[in-house]
């Protein structure tokens, strides 16, 4: 019997150059975040927050509670252990408006830095908007609109474009600090949240472009609103709704109780006391700054401050591809087969006399890394457990419906094309141009894995191309034998897709 190997290197992740963990000392949250490594698309490899209110009554008292920290530092105890044994090679610790602001931050920073071992940095709101800016910048593909991250004590406005971060402020707007500005009162909250943000006239320019939504707060309302309508996909990151129809759902959550909302209990506990004034904010944003749509962010300061440590040529990296690739890495049988296909699908293309766009090319690059991920698996469930995968993994720089793509690109590869097969919900997500690519190329990649048994090394001997109307696979000599019923089949079913007969020739 041959051994099972006990390598002492785990083989499911990333380990060089090692763990990077941030700890984000909120208004509201406590969080630590340990991601796999320090890279384009990061990974995290253990999340934990903890509800510590440290911003709760400053506004008053101009102090943090003794409670509220005692709460903090019981947590940041727990965080430095599963740093160390994590073995994190890297901390870092932000720190955000209630300890910047506080009469006892300072003395609280101290034993912060005794507990946790390392230096804490204390963001200015300046820091905060540079950072938010940065984590869209991350994680959406040539954002351009204005990006707001909603904390318990502040809200951090900022133009990002193309040409780089433009205007911006932090309002003493955060959830906790209105609710407790406003005693509790919604309307006040409403019209101080007015009052504060007529001071910012530039907000208009943001008119007809983006408003990208940050926050533990905004989230939960985009969370509650995707639930209610039934959205198919419950992947908050680019869930995009327009403006006018978040203005009306902001509206409905400060005027009803949120008891009688449909949903929400998808919404924790801790969380539903600052929702209305979240909405309230979110209100008063769209109307100053008149976005065309609000798009909801997974990535903030965090991912920002780590996006901001990596050198220009990894901030040039495109974040699909890499985290695309990435994953073929760890669940592909040959990792440096998709090179290939990439190459061989473009003559696909081609005979189907498709004429990709930029953005096309780009999801299909990342469909054909992911083309073998689902090896692995039982038969009858290669296609659905890729479709899973691919559909709620953890991918950036990428809308829903480019998720969509990917998803049935990949299902085809493995089922065929069995529209039958799949759920009538992730189908909707896409639109007919994309479902068409999809169907071309989940066929083409079908083909290509029976002539190369996904391996590296023989699929770019063979060539697809259009004969006199004929969709043609050409085999040299050399690969006569690979010829048979099968693969055939599969090139019949590839012509069909692009409504034209095809036949297998050996040159």
Known sequence: MTDISTSDEPRGRFTDPGPIAIIDIGSNSVRLVIYERLARNPTALFNEKILAGLGRGVGATGRLGDENVDTAQRALVRFRRVCDHVGVTELHILATAAAREAENGPAFIAKVESICRA?????????????????????????????????????????????????????????????????????????????????????????????????????????????????????????????????????????????????????????????????????????????????????????????????????????????????GVLRSRDPSYSAEVVEWSEQAMRVAGVDESEGERRLRVAACQLTDIGWRAHPDYRGQQSLNIVSNGGFVGIDHAGRAYLALTVFYRYEGIMDDALSPSIRSLCNTRLMKLARILGATLRVAALISASMNGVLLKSKLSLVNGKLVLALPAELADMQGDRLTKRLNQLGRVMDLEAEVRVL
């Open 119 to 327: 230096k804490v940095q204390i963001l200015s709101g300046r820091d905060e908007a540079f950072y938010s800016a940065m984590g869209v910048f991350s994680g959406f593909w040539r954002a351009d609109g204005l990006v707001g991250d909603l904390g318990g004590g502040s809200l951090e406005l900022v133009d990002i474009s193309a040409h780089g971060i433009g205007d911006g402020r932090t309002f003493p707007l955060g959830g906790i600090r209105l609710q407790e500005s406003s005693d509790k009162d919604l309307a006040l909250a409403n019209e101080i949240a007015r009052e504060e943000l007529d001071k910012a006239d530039w907000l208009g320019k943001a008119k007809n472009r983006d408003f990208y939504a940050i926050g533990g707060t905004w989230r939960s309302l985009g969370r509650l609103h995707l639930f209610q309508q039934g959205y198919p996909l419950h992947v908050m990151h680019d869930y995009t709704v327009p403006a006018e129809v978040m203005i009306e759902f902001c509206e409905q959550i400060i005027r009803d109780d949120l008891s009688n909302e449909p949903c929400i209990q998808v919404i924790s506990k801790a969380r539903r006391a600052l929702l209305p004034y979240g909405a309230a904010v979110m209100r008063q944003t769209l109307l100053h700054c008149e976005a065309d749509k609000v798009v909801f962010s997974a990535l903030g300061v965090r991912e920002g401050y780590l996006y901001d440590l990596l050198d220009e040529e990894g901030k040039k990296q495109d974040p699909l591809i890499t985290a695309a690739h990435e994953l």
